[in-house]
């Protein structure tokens, strides 16, 4: 009990604090509401931890084995994020009477964890960090993810409901617009711990 309540400390320090998944789901929150942004919030909350089982039960040893897979991850993950930043940045604002791009959807947001830096650092860590060679591997795998699960779900709820609180405050296109771009440098600012030597 005590390694679960350890798990889950880190899980919701690491989940609540401020990366890709979470500064998305506060721009759907703002730009989509609530309702449209439920698949993106939920692919995030199960992709995440499927990643952590997938990582824990044998793709890390692939990684090891080919450093080249991870490499060309990371770079494709950096991109897609700058791509993502983007689409932020030069989202109409509803109040411009513009049409909006669409949430991200269940799939999307989903397999999005597999290109985001901070969930790579956030799996690799758990699974270095609570499992242990003496007892079987899976059950400690499955513990974490499940845990992961358990702490994302009210984590995303509340990034998102913080977008959904903005979007009464900022009152006009321009507003709209500025907290796009900010959320947009955002995204881009959480790459650079990756790309630093």
């Not at 989509?32 to 992709?47: D, E, N």
């Not at 999005?112 to 901070?118: A, E, G, I």
């Amino acid at each position: 009990m005590e390694l679960v309540l350890t798990i889950a400390l880190f899980a919701f320090s690491s989940g609540i604090t401020p990366g890709p998944n979470n500064i998305m789901l506060m721009s759907s929150g703002v730009n989509f509401g609530v309702k449209r942004s439920l698949p993106h919030l939920s692919g995030v909350c199960i992709g995440f931890p499927a990643m952590v089982l997938a990582i824990g039960l044998g793709l890390s040893t692939v990684f090891q084995a080919y450093p080249i897979i991870h490499s060309i991850i990371k770079y494709a993950g950096i991109s897609y994020l700058l791509y993502l930043a983007w689409l932020i940045a030069n989202s109409s604002s509803k109040l411009e009477g513009k049409n909006t791009p669409d949430p991200l959807s269940f799939i999307q947001a989903a397999a999005f964890q597999w290109v985001n830096p901070k969930a790579w650092i956030m799996s690799i860590g758990a699974i270095a960090a609570f499992t242990s060679v003496q007892s079987p591997l899976p059950p400690q795998v499955l513990t974490i993810a499940t845990v992961f699960l358990c702490v994302a779900i009210p984590s995303a709820f509340i990034w998102l409901g913080f977008g959904v609180g903005l979007k009464r405050l900022l009152r006009n296109s321009r507003q709209q617009k500025i907290f796009n771009i900010s959320m947009a440098l955002l995204l881009v600012a959480s790459i650079i711990p990756i790309i630093a030597p």
